[in-house]
């Protein structure tokens, strides 16, 4: 795909939303296990066992997705942003764009390093234990997951306002910014 082809293509659609998908339900859970005292309350820990696990599975997919879509990216470029969209909005976009890539990789890696360093198991779809690299370190390894909750919070905020970015886009100034990711060039 050249630059200048009015939609993103097939491949980038379905990473985009795939893991757009697996990012809200691990940051959903996040989200729910935040509002809970697991730490000091039995009951609310074992709710957050119950979840933590899926937050895990849904965090490493789309950690592991990205590497393949900046890959696909770094092939085939997004298409240009639409002539009449003023400059400001162009940088804005960039700038939010490559910092969602940014925290998706830094959330993985703060999520998958603390876990394994603090010794707290990482199993996949209920099914396959990811293997222990590091040595136990607690203090380093909470230290390390109060960086990814802070992460985690501040990408609740910037989701929010990418998605309330593109619906701007669709229903207000009404251009093909999120149509172009929805249905793509040959829409
Ligand atoms: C898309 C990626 C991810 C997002 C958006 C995300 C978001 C969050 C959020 C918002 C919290 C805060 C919960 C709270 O307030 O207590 C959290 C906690 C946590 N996340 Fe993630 N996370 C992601 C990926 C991962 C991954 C890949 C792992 C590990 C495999 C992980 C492990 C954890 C753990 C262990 C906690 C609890 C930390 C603690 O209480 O000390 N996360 N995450
Ligand atoms: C309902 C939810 C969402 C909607 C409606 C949405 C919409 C869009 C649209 C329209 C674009 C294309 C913007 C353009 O053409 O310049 C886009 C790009 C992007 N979205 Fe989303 N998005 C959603 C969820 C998410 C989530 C949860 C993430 C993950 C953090 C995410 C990360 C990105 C990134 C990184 C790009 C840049 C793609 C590129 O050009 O490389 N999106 N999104």
Redesign the pocket.
């Known amino acids: 795909m050249t630059s200048h082809q009015p939609g993103?293509d097939r491949t980038a659609r379905l990473l985009?939303w795939s893991?757009?998908l697996c990012?809200?339900i691990a940051l959903g859970i996040g989200l729910y296990f935040g509002t809970l005292d697991y730490r000091n309350n039995k009951a609310d820990y074992a709710k957050f066992g119950e979840v933590i696990y899926w937050h895990k599975t849904f965090g490493t997919l789309v950690f592991a997705l990205v590497f393949y879509r900046l890959y696909h990216?770094f092939r085939h470029p997004?298409?240009a942003?639409p002539a009449s969209m003023p400059g400001w909005m162009r940088s804005a976009?960039h700038l939010s764009?490559w910092s969602?890539?940014g925290?998706?990789v830094v959330l993985g890696l703060s999520g998958l390093v603390g876990s394994d360093i603090g010794n707290y198991p990482v199993k996949l779809f209920e099914l396959w234990y990811l293997p222990q690299f590091a040595g136990e370190n607690r203090p380093l390894a909470d230290s390390i997951l109060r960086v990814h909750i802070w992460l985690g919070n501040t990408?609740a905020i910037l989701?929010a306002i990418?998605?309330g970015a593109?619906?701007y886009h669709h229903w207000i100034v009404k251009d093909d910014?999120?149509r172009?990711?929805w249905a793509g060039p040959g829409r």
Request: charged fraction near 10%; glycine fraction near 0%.
């Open positions: 993103y985009h893991s757009a990012f809200l990216r997004p298409p942003l976009s764009h969602l890539y925290l998706i990408a989701v990418h998605i593109s619906l910014v999120l172009r990711m």
